[in-house]
Nanobody
């Protein structure tokens, strides 16, 4: 049983920062990549950022977060982080952690709410 445990969501004012964490635990094959997706009310789930867990750790970002969000990894702990700066009201969403292992199988976290509001 694989679990992705997310933390770090909450309420923040526009222009503020938050840091999300996601740790993978349980029996799984080697993790190939981990990342974050988000879903706002009435909208489809969209890519926020993904990082490769193999090699140098290449990254991919959604266009709306480039330059403001940074994804990083800690391979030994099967953990991924998302540093979110210069937050905007349109960043308000449920943020979901995602992991893909080498079998390949895909796993999702329960989601953590991020609300940007004054």
């Amino acid at each position: 049983q694989v679990q992705l445990v997310e933390s770090g969501g909450g309420l923040v004012q526009p222009g503020g920062s938050l840091r999300l964490s996601c740790a993978a635990s349980g029996t799984m094959f080697r993790i190939n990549a981990m990342g974050w997706y988000r879903q706002a009310p009435g909208k489809q789930r969209e890519l926020v950022a993904v990082i490769n867990f193999i090699g140098s750790g290449s990254t991919v970002y959604g266009d709306s977060v480039k330059g403001r969000f940074t994804i990083s990894r800690e391979n030994a702990k099967n953990t991924v982080y998302l540093q979110m700066n210069s937050l905007k009201p349109e960043d308000t969403a449920v943020y979901y952690c995602n992991a893909v292992d080498s079998s390949p199988r895909e796993y999702w976290g329960q989601g953590t709410q991020v609300t940007v509001s004054s």
